[in-house]
């Protein structure tokens, strides 16, 4: 029987390793824990035959069938690349780029679902920031370390950064219609420390998996994910024991210039955040 394809991806630093660590703990569920190139490669497919001369030429005589021969070689590939051992259900592929790639992904498979994580800001800037000051002497991939605090925050901020470009993908997910949306799962990062049982416990249901409870005392480590890719800015890392991270401290300026820049994130997710803050 074929696995069903579950997406893991959101905003940075928001807790998608640990989703696909905590997902690996369920017998049914085969996740290799670190980012795969299958979103990107479906991607790159979609822009190569879109330039080329030969299929542009066949859509002209047989568009149906031209089509369809993409179609089907677009759906062998995703389903070859998910193939999973025997007696897996569910098969876990993470990338950011699923975010922005969800209705093409279910034109390909329709019983696809996607885990989206987030996290409050303030949390995800002072998480980078605080690794970069760890490793202050190595630059960010795309040469961040030159500026001040508050201009690295507005530079990681950009819709073409780090931190903007998966927000812009979150915001753009209130488009869809609403059989897509049905298609996705959002999940807090805070919830997820708060409360890894239950909020396991609903995810694998949502799965459609049978119940299995998982132990935050003794989790299966799976294999690390690269992170010199990334100059070690963005730590990818599992642990046996899961435990509650320190919150980060965060200039207030900066963090009301988030909060009033994105304030329809933390009307969505993020309700109360004034409030208990």
């Known amino acids: 029987m074929a696995t069903a394809l579950t997406c893991v991806t959101g905003l940075p630093r928001s807790g998608s390793t640990l989703l696909c660590q905590l997902l690996a703990q369920h017998p049914k569920v085969y996740s290799e824990g670190y980012s795969s190139p299958l979103c990107n490669m479906l991607l790159a497919i979609r822009r190569m035959v879109s330039d080329d001369s030969f299929f542009l030429a066949q859509l002209d005589q047989q568009f149906d069938l031209t089509y369809a021969h993409l179609s089907n070689a677009m759906q062998g590939f995703l389903n070859g690349w998910v193939k999973a051992p025997e007696g897996a259900l569910v098969t876990v592929d993470k990338n950011r780029a699923w975010l922005h790639a969800i209705e093409m992904t279910l034109q390909l498979d329709p019983s696809t679902k996607m885990l989206v994580t987030v996290r409050e800001l303030g949390q995800i800037y002072g998480s980078i920031e605080s690794q970069h000051q760890r490793t202050i002497l190595v630059d960010f991939i795309d040469h961040l370390a030159d500026y001040d605090r508050f201009g690295r925050a507005d530079m990681l901020f950009a819709k073409d950064k780090t931190i903007g470009?998966?927000?812009?993908?979150?915001?753009?997910?209130?488009?869809?219609?609403?059989?897509?949306?049905?298609?996705?799962?959002?999940?807090?990062?805070?919830?997820?420390?708060?409360?890894?049982?239950?909020?396991?416990?609903?995810?694998?249901q949502w799965l459609g998996l049978p119940p299995h409870e998982i132990n935050p005392r003794e989790l299966m480590v799976g294999h690390q994910e690269s992170d010199s890719h990334y100059r070690m800015k963005y730590l990818h890392r599992q642990q046996k024991v899961l435990s509650k991270p320190q919150p980060h401290e965060v200039p207030s300026r900066i963090q009301s210039q988030i909060e009033q820049a994105y304030a329809w994130f933390y009307e969505l997710y993020y309700p109360k955040y004034k409030e208990v803050k």
């Open 165 to 204: 470009a998966p927000l812009l993908s979150v915001q753009a997910m209130e488009d869809l219609p609403e059989a897509v949306k049905r298609k996705i799962y959002i999940i807090r990062f805070e919830d997820l420390i708060e409360r890894p049982v239950a909020v396991m416990n609903y995810v694998y």
